[in-house]
């Protein structure tokens, strides 16, 4: 037990930043697992430029505050070291920026001892300092995030430095040590360092340490980073160029990180049009190309390129844990409140239909609105709803529009259509949407199409502008509650997209978040999932859980590419274990100018299929 006077100085470090430490106990048990199997290519090489592209210019560089949830924050923040992480295929806990952990006796304490070498990409060194800031950054009402304000204010209660290199981070509650270990080193948490010499602020900041004028003074300037590639060029509207930190990167000393990373830039380039896009991939403009699409895989992957064997194609699964999407209803529109629309446009909606008309069954349907693949958090009978017109046209009756117009749709005594807009953002969804609007039609319901392009799709359904939001949100290993259905976020710039909220929601919320035992915190959570299940809020989606990508035959990867945790064969961040063969480049450009043909491609890498 710490004394109150060790306590009190705690929190003084805690608050200033000051040199003072606290007292490290000396009964620690440090953990570093180094010895786990390794899972990149000693025959991979530096080098070269990865060319490739985004479809609409991010609102801001920032990642966090308003627009941030989009763009390139992954590059930013989420894709960047954290303390620890799991190993992609064995699911231990290994080192990134700390080589060392261990676990206090209060189920609450985890202590990191940082590795001394790591440093920002400026070259000033990353240590126990950057994470006092950290609880001081995203504490700030300045940076505009009530998520983090929450998850830091809430879920974290201190950081504590011992000396420069060594610091504790306290959950607010108790907690396994496998979810004390998520919980820190969640992505998408943000629990990692944030460089205190680059948003060292004005002297007229206020009394918490953040400028005033956070969102807008750091909206397009790039941070410091701690991995392996600093964003080094803007055009904006354009595209970005990441560079290379170097082959002196501190993170090469750790055996995990060796053999990735490797290419000295990454280009993105801003194409509206995925088609237009497409062609500058097959006149080997790009890289890269993804193919989750069908019809890209099916139909449009079986050009001269790919024939040739100039173009390679790969399709590998995973097991990654599924985020909440789907069709989301925004309970904060006019009728949408109504419980019975709600299950009429539940049952009016067919992405069973979909998934085997218009993506040709290889996407699987969503077994709940919440996810998939949380394990015993998920209950055993989620099953999504069927779609089912004569049920929808019950519920619909049931709120009034009992009615048909003349044009299929129904209306109510007051002559009010029943149609509900669907916000989406990217022009390939169109079909996959419009064949959802012609089956709606069969229960009286009109949906109409609101394309808002790109990010800027995103920022209309944070500011809960949309009826109906066609979207899939990111997920972990446990699933997420409080960011999108606790009442503190129905407002804007959340992700509450549904704006619905309940007391008792509220409550179980709570209660899972304070929850120690994990038995306890599985039925929690089962709980919340049947009431969001009633609440007929999200209507479940689809997910996708396999990579499909074409290359150019230069871009290597190991062999065999995928791990349980691979989303993306060629991202550049993450695990990036991919180079560019620069001499394989030549040899291929001079085959294509004298019309020599390789053996065409394809590998299907389906170990962790389900």
Not at 68 to 78: P, V
Not at 189 to 210: E, V
Not at 248 to 255: A, F, K, Q, S, V
């Amino acid at each position: 037990m710490r004394s109150r006077e060790l306590w009190l100085l705690c929190l003084f470090v805690v608050g200033s930043g000051s040199a003072f430490t606290a007292e490290l106990p000396h009964d620690l048990e440090w953990v570093s697992n180094m010895e786990e199997p390794l899972f990149a290519s000693e025959q991979a090489k530096r080098g070269g430029t990865l060319r490739t592209f985004m479809a609409s210019f991010p609102q801001t560089l920032r990642s966090v505050g308003p627009d941030a949830n989009s763009g390139l924050r992954h590059y930013f923040m989420d894709g960047t070291p954290k303390l620890a992480a799991r190993h992609p295929n064995t699911g231990k806990w290994i080192p990134q920026l700390a080589q060392s952990w261990a676990f206090g006796d209060d189920h609450k304490t985890v202590y990191f001892k940082l590795n001394p070498k790591a440093r920002w990409s400026d070259g000033r060194p990353i240590t126990a300092d950057d994470y006092l800031f950290m609880l001081t950054y995203y504490r700030s009402k300045d940076i505009i995030d009530p998520w983090y304000n929450d998850f830091f204010t809430n879920s974290i209660e201190a950081v504590e430095k011992f000396d420069e290199h060594t610091i504790a981070i306290i959950s607010s509650t108790a907690k396994s040590r496998d979810e004390l270990m998520v919980q820190i080193n969640l992505p998408s948490n943000g629990l990692q360092p944030r460089p205190s010499h680059f948003f060292k602020p004005r002297k007229d900041a206020n009394q918490d340490g953040i400028d005033d004028d956070f969102v807008r003074r750091y909206n397009f300037k790039s941070e410091p980073t701690a991995g392996a590639y600093y964003l080094a060029e803007v055009k904006k509207g354009k595209s970005v160029t990441f560079k290379h930190v170097g082959a002196d990167w501190w993170g090469y000393e750790n055996r995990y990180y060796r053999h990735r990373y490797n290419v000295e830039q990454v280009r993105i380039r801003v194409i509206r049009d995925n088609d237009i896009a497409l062609r500058y991939f097959e006149k080997g403009q790009l890289d890269t190309f993804g193919l989750i699409l069908p019809s890209l895989w099916h139909e449009k992957s079986d050009t001269e390129p790919y024939r040739k064997g100039y173009i390679h194609k790969f399709w590998g699964y995973n097991q990654v844990a599924q985020g909440a999407g789907g069709l989301w209803i925004n309970t904060a529109k006019p009728l949408l409140e109504n419980l019975a629309i709600r299950q009429g446009i539940t049952y009016a909606t067919d992405f069973d239909g979909m998934i085997k008309h218009v993506l040709r069954g290889d996407y699987v349907r969503k077994p709940h609105s919440l996810g998939f693949g949380h394990g015993d958090y998920d209950r055993p009978d989620n099953r999504p709803p069927p779609f089912d017109p004569t049920l929808a046209a019950k519920y619909f009756t049931e709120a009034g529009f009992d009615r048909i117009g003349p044009d299929g749709i129904r209306i109510n005594r007051q002559g009010q259509r029943l149609s509900f807009a669907i916000t989406y953002g990217y022009p390939v969804w169109t079909p996959r949407i419009a064949y959802l609007k012609e089956q709606a039609k069969q229960a009286g319901l009109e949906f109409t199409l609101n394309l808002v392009d790109g990010s800027a799709a995103f920022k209309y359904i944070l500011e809960k502008k949309h009826d109906l939001a066609f979207l899939n949100m990111s997920g972990g290993e446990i699933p997420a509650y409080w960011e999108y259905l606790h009442s503190d976020n129905v407002k804007p710039q959340t992700n509450n997209h549904s704006s619905y909220s309940s007391p008792e929601l509220d409550q179980l919320i709570e209660a899972f978040k304070r929850e120690f035992d994990v038995q306890k915190r599985y039925e929690l959570s089962r709980q919340i999932q049947k009431i969001v299940t009633d609440a007929f809020i999200i209507v479940p989606g689809y997910m996708v859980p396999y990579t499909r990508e074409a290359h150019w035959r230069w871009v290597k990867y190991p062999s065999p590419g995928m791990t349980k945790r691979t989303e993306a064969l060629f991202y550049p961040v993450e695990y990036a274990t991919f180079w560019i063969d620069e001499a394989v480049k030549k040899e291929t450009l001079k085959a294509m100018d004298t019309g020599q043909a390789f053996e065409p491609v394809t590998v299907i890498d389906d170990r962790f299929k389900l």
